[in-house]
């Protein structure tokens, strides 16, 4: 495999597990050194990273509350103090809690609340700590969500909120970077075998949500990772700004 990002530094922030993971190794698959944060698996993510260094590269875990805003700074000193740069950073850590309806009377609005300081304000946070150190041409993605520009189900307003709170965000930074030819850019998957998805879904993806894909299945873990590689790597330098859908066509 040709290592189209030799002596490039990613971190990917809740990378001990699901899409974070596998993003990790598809990255050092290319060559990156690597950098993943977790807030408790701890086990998982030193796991994560044996399996990085097998590949031949460098790679760390650092143990990082994106629900504290005070953490981002140190997490990214963390990444320069070990490899002395930062080139891709990608913003996957977040939380899902759906299936109260808005006018739900017993709707638990602390927990909900949280999801906002996690998926928004900690991934803003991280952004904010990156941005100065990250190097001239360098690459931020953002991983959201379909439900981001499209509900098909109730009980989802707060997690969608919040994954379309990034894409504006990300608009924003691609503008702000884009002198320093740093491109960012948003993934938005639609259901993906995690455990995040297991959480809410249950074991199975329902039929009738199924039936709303034109293709009739869910996203591999592999087919998002491929598409985050891509915008990470030297061949999307002039892709800023966007938002892409890895969702079997759901919402067309």
């Known amino acids: ?29 290319l060559g990156a050194n690597v950098a993943i944060s977790y807030a408790s698996s701890a086990d998982k993510a030193h796991a994560v990273v044996e399996k990085l260094k097998s590949k031949g590269v460098r790679a ?19 990444v320069i103090a070990e490899f002395g740069r930062l080139d891709i950073l990608v913003n996957n850590a977040g939380i899902a809690i759906q299936g109260q309806l808005v006018d739900d009377p017993e709707l638990d609005g602390e927990k909900y609340n949280r999801q906002w300081q996690v998926n928004v304000m900690g991934t803003i946070a991280n952004t904010r700590a990156a941005a100065p150190k990250l190097s001239d041409g360098g690459r931020i993605i953002f991983i959201g969500s379909l439900l981001g520009s499209h509900v098909p189900f109730a009980g989802a307003a707060d997690y969608a909120g919040t994954k379309a709170a990034l894409v504006g ?35 199975s993806v329902p039929d009738a949500l199924l039936d709303m894909h034109p293709i009739r299945r869910i996203a591999t873990l592999d087919e998002v990772a491929e598409t985050i590689a891509f915008f990470a790597g030297p061949h999307a330098g002039y892709i800023t700004g966007e938002t892409v859908n890895v969702a079997g066509g759901i919402g067309t």
């Open 60 to 78: 760390i875990a650092i143990k990082s509350d994106q629900s504290n805003l005070a953490s981002a700074k140190p997490l990214i000193d963390a």
């Open 169 to 203: 965000y990300a608009k924003g930074i691609a503008r702000d970077l884009g002198g320093r030819n740093i491109t960012v850019n948003v993934i938005q998957p639609g259901v993906m075998p995690t455990d995040m998805a297991t959480e809410v879904l249950g074991d």
């Open 1 to 29: 495999m040709t290592e189209t990002l030799g002596g490039k530094v990613a971190l990917i922030t809740g990378g001990s597990r699901g899409l974070g993971a596998v993003t990790a190794e598809k990255l050092a698959d």
